[in-house]
């Protein structure tokens, strides 16, 4: 399945796509953009505007998927408006897209505006480097000037492209931005927002009130200005379950959106439609409803949360309520296939969606074409349209979401999402086993932990330590034991992202006290673990997580960060004598290069057991990339290295 990726392994990396030089000629206009998309743009705003529309519409995420079709170079395609603006409607007129998408970097602009360190590349769309926060302090905040809309960053590239889009189809453009949430997490780096959520809510609700109030309110009002009548939508990856929790959403998210809506004109059309999570939520129904608040016109629920929902519980709701809705079909199913599902799982959302009273306000998303989507499947998923338009629906009744399905077909290949919910365990019965026998100390640390109390932990590790506890006790029946369970509770979907970044709070405050004494008395660590998100790739969220664990467990770990060179990772690797390498990939277009990491690895004079994991990588492809081990989620990571380091030992000790 894995073949249709291209293999860049012995490809340079800047030669991935001829390189474009900025005098290159645009694709030739060779559509009459006036009127090509004219059905497909009646028919959404029908949809939308709750009207009904006679067919349902369907659209793409596919600017990157524009960019690769075409050959051009990712550095002049996200900077040049003209190409750009061409690159997208072409490749959506050529592949008969019902309407063009135009969204460059979205996650980016306002930070970069402002000084963000950004990462560019020749073949993917580039990206905030959060490594180096623009703000960490009050003094950081107290130090920024806010950009000016007109003139920094690529904030008038946004506004070159939807004058260009303006022009060629003679439309409304559609105004995007980044969620206030996931514009703040770039500001600040994800881990440090969520943690300063919990220490200094109040200096966190300041960084908020300058993002939205000084940064993103004027650059939406510089294009309103230009484009009055503009819709907006705003993209909110962050903004979603288990990131965060949904009391993050109630106090940071929502307010926020509300009020960048009331600052740019109280247009009901600000809205912020992409929030994840729903599978999450406590209460489905209610999420909708939040939903709601934000995107007030109509529901979008994707994949994979839709999936695990069900598009029949989703399609009722709507039809109880009289809201429009959308469906999104996963980008793991539109790159990897396999190619029968592709074409089910539409059929499935169409058939689904359109059914019922308000069957004619239904429209279907394709969640993510990118330049590593195999173009047969694009123009699989478009026949499997056009073939359900035209009667042929050789899946008819037949419902595969939301009940208890193989989870192979449910998002290419993996289950559940960050292998969370498909274990099961009880949070009471989980802290009584993991206390039962144990001295008083240790499970007055474990239980620090897992109530996340730093100071106390602090102290309470002291106290060992001066009743004469060893290090590793200390370790091994407090600290440990303690991130086990949390392993376990994110496992279930008990806790989110945010409880397991407070609780491994704890645990460091903990590990802090035991540090110097474990340094000279020279207690070595489980082992050494060095760990990177791949080249190309700036995700970091799975990764830390991995990394806490692991250091939760016991391991030192030197984190790489993200984007990071096959040759950094062997020099580290070498210097830091580790016993195992760790690589993250969350972007399928990042994984050929954990493939050529791999390979880099194996051709390196030293070997080291090279482990794999993130959303779109799986045991199929870490076998296929011959990497030695794969891990599904974290805790599944603790394991893989606690038995790597095991074998290792035994077969030194055979050896000696
Ligand atoms: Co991005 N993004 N994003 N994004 N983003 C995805 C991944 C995407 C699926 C969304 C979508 O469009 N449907 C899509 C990828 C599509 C594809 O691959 N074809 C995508 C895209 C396209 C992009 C941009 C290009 C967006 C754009 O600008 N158009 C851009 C990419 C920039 C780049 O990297 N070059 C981008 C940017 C961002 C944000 C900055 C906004 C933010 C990242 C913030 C950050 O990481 N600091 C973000 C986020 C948050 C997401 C989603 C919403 C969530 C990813 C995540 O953090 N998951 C994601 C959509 C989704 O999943 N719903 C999406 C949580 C994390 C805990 O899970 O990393 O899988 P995961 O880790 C798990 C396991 O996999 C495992 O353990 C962890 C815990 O259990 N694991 C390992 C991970 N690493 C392991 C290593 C191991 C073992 C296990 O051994 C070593």
Redesign the pocket.
Known sequence: MYSLIPDFSEVPLKQHYPSMEASTPTPEAEYDYKNCFNDGFDAWSKVLDGTGSSFAPFNA?M??FSMGYQGINAKHFFTNPELFVNGCLHASAELNFDTPDL??????IECEANGGDM?W?DE?????N?TRPLIKTEKDLANLTPPDPEKDGRMPFVRDVLQLFQEKTGRQPTIRF?GPL?CV??YM???QMILKMNEDPEFVHKVFRYVVEEVQAPFINMLFKAFPDAGTNG????G?L??ISEEILDEYSIPNILKLRELTGQNPKLQVD?W??DSFSEDTEKFWEKKLQVTPRYLKV????LYQVGAVKAREWATETGTPIVF?V???V??EGPEEEIVRRIHEYFEVGTSGPQGDKFALYL????S??PFEHAKMALDAIRSWRAGDRPYDGEIRSGGDNDSAARSGE?GR????GEAEFDRATLEAKAKEGKKKIFADIYTCVMEYRDDDCAVLCAEALEAGETCADILDEGLIAAMDTIGDL??TGEIF?PEMLISARAMKAGLEVLRPIMTANKEPAKGV?V?A?VQ???????????CM?LEGAGFKIIDLG??TDPLDIIKHAEKENAD????????????PFMRKTVKAFAESERQFPV???????TRDFANQIEAY?????????VT?CKNIVSAAKLSNAQAG
């Open positions: 995420q600017s990157e969204i460059w970097d979205v996650y980016d990462s590349f993917l769309s580039p990206a905030i959060n980044c996931t997490s770039q780096q994800f881990e993209s909110d990856a962050i979603s288990p990131f992409n994840w999570g994707q994949d994979p949360d999104g996963d980008n793991h539109m790159q969640c993510n074409l990118s590593e989507t993996k999402w960050m292998g969370i994110f496992a992202v673990v760990m998100t190309g790739d700036l995700h970091d969220i799975g990764k830390n997580l991995v664990m993200v984007n195992i390498v760790g690589l993250s990939a969350l972007l399928t277009t990042s994984m482990i794999c994991g993130g959303a779109p990588v081990g794969y891990a599904d989620n974290a805790a599944e990571a893989l």
